[in-house]
């Protein structure tokens, strides 16, 4: 359901930061505050779960970026 509200800037702006930093959206961000308030702070266990690994690949740093040749067919089914 679509709805307006009038929020204050500096709270928006501060919850759009920390839905960067969580890789999650503005949209989640008020939905779990909703759900919070409304007594259903855990809207399901896959929602959570998700969350958690994104937090987690969110931290991980990656040393080895250079690209690589990828297979051929041959190569990828040589016995």
Do not use: W, Y
Request: proline fraction near 3%; charge should be negative; include cysteine.
């Amino acid at each position: 359901m679509k709805t307006t509200i009038d929020l204050p800037e500096n709270l928006v702006r501060r919850a759009k930061v920390q839905a960067a930093e969580t890789g999650t959206t503005l949209k989640e961000l008020v939905v779990k505050g909703l759900a919070m308030v409304t007594g259903e702070e855990s809207v399901n266990k896959e929602e959570a779960r998700r969350d958690r690994i994104k937090k987690m690949l969110s931290e991980f740093r990656f040393e080895n970026t250079e690209s690589i040749e990828p297979l051929s067919r041959e190569e990828c089914h040589d016995r």
